[in-house]
């Protein structure tokens, strides 16, 4: 299995809820990865899981909320966000400890579209 | 410091022809270069990656980049571009500082293919 698998691929949410992003690897990747990509711009660093721990947040609103329940899985928690957390929220993820990706290279889901209403 | 330069932010080419994104790099230590591809509504896919080995690296679907030193260039190219290369291409630099590496992206450059 090569892939990182991101689920749902749209969600539409009201200011008030609570939804969770879900970032799936089995490729034994130790660091996963968050970003934040809105129209027709670059994906944007949001946060970094190094062996399951918190490694680096970009000063992300805390209405989000990151998760690494085991070194598989990589979530992103939602609450009452704002029409312009609206984008395209990718995962990713690299071997080894962060650092790794620089020379194995970076894997991407497809990413989650979020629509903020 | 690092930062990447994309010098078009959009670039038309007609099917069969030669395709050429640039792409100008700066950073303060040995960097990793990557391109990326992103179709609409896609995530990122890997097209090649350069990580101090040869300088010129060979991606996926015929794409290549040659690493110039001298020139902090990293150029991605083609020789005969397909309608499916249609796409947002992502130059993307790595760099490690004390243990914490950090991806910066290029602002990207679109392909447009003419049938």
């Known amino acids: 299995d090569t892939e990182v698998t991101q689920t749902p691929k749209h969600l539409v949410m009201g200011m008030t809820n609570k939804k969770s992003l879900k970032c799936e690897q089995h490729m034994g990747h130790r660091a996963m990865y968050w970003y934040k990509q809105k129209a027709k711009k670059p994906p944007e660093l949001m946060f970094v899981?190094?062996?399951?721990?918190?490694?680096i947040n970009e000063s992300v609103p805390s209405r989000f909320s990151p998760e690494c329940p085991n070194s598989s899985l990589l979530n992103l928690h939602l609450h009452a966000l704002q029409p312009e957390d609206s984008a395209l929220y990718l995962c990713?993820?690299?071997?080894?400890?962060?650092?790794?990706?620089?020379?194995?290279?970076?894997?991407f889901g497809s990413g989650t579209r979020l629509t903020v209403v | 410091a690092q930062s990447v330069t994309q010098l078009d932010s959009h670039v038309s080419v007609s099917e069969g022809t030669p395709v050429l994104l640039r792409c100008n790099y700066s950073?303060?230590?040995?960097?990793?270069l990557f391109w990326y591809v992103q179709h609409p509504n896609k995530g990122l896919q890997l097209l090649l990656k350069y990580t101090s080995a040869a300088t010129l690296v060979k991606g996926i679907n015929g794409f290549e980049a040659e690493f110039k030193k001298s020139e902090t260039s990293f150029h991605l190219t083609k020789p005969s571009a397909h309608m499916s290369d249609a796409a947002e291409y992502f130059c993307v630099v790595s760099a490690t500082n004390f243990g914490n590496e950090k991806l910066t992206f290029g602002t990207g450059t679109r392909l447009t293919i003419i049938p």
């Open positions: 990713a993820s690299s071997q080894g400890r962060q650092g790794g990706g620089g020379i194995y290279g970076y894997t």
């Open positions: 950073s303060s230590y040995s960097p990793s």
């Open positions: 899981y190094s062996y399951e721990k918190l490694s």
